[in-house]
């Protein structure tokens, strides 16, 4: 983990402390508002499984969140994702709070919505289904709402 990785899962870690359950509604528009600055332009109308590959590189590219993976759900707008070995899932437990439950982890939950919708046309909401501590691997879903 590099310094700037350390710095965002410290603040991830005393935002979740401070605001508990509060902070999802502020991490995921911070996610949300990310996704617009850090890829200002995007192609639409790509399928899920095109939105999956794309959005592959360009979360891979931020560093932190580990390798991210995205193939179609059993709904053809829905997602299903796979992220694996995310660097801020050392920082649960100063946090308080579980996986799925970290600021840092509303804050990526925003930024695929977002990048989602914007890839796809599709609003989702993501979540949390499940961890695999022994893998490491956060299972999601990308939901239509």
């Known amino acids: 983990m590099d310094n700037k990785d350390m710095i965002i899962a410290e603040i991830s870690s005393a935002i979740t402390s401070v605001l508990g359950t ?3 509604a502020v991490m995921r528009k911070a996610g949300r508002q990310a ?3 850090i890829w200002p332009e995007l192609p639409c109308g790509k399928t899920v499984k095109e939105a999956g590959e794309i959005m592959a590189d360009g979360i ?7 390798d991210f993976k ?13 992220f694996k070995d995310c660097a801020f899932s050392a920082f649960v437990e100063a946090g308080g709070q579980p996986c799925g439950k970290q600021a840092i982890c509303y804050f990526g939950f925003g930024l695929v ?15 949390l289904m499940s961890r695999d501590e022994e893998t490491k691997i956060c299972f999601e879903t990308a939901t239509p709402r």
């Open 113 to 127: 919505e977002e990048t989602f919708f914007r890839l796809t046309g599709i609003r989702a909401k993501i979540e």
């Open 60 to 66: 891979s590219a931020l560093g932190g969140f580990g």
């Open 22 to 24: 509060s902070a999802a």
């Open 70 to 82: 995205m193939v179609p759900g059993d709904d053809p707008s829905s997602g299903v994702i796979e």
């Open 35 to 37: 996704s617009l600055h």
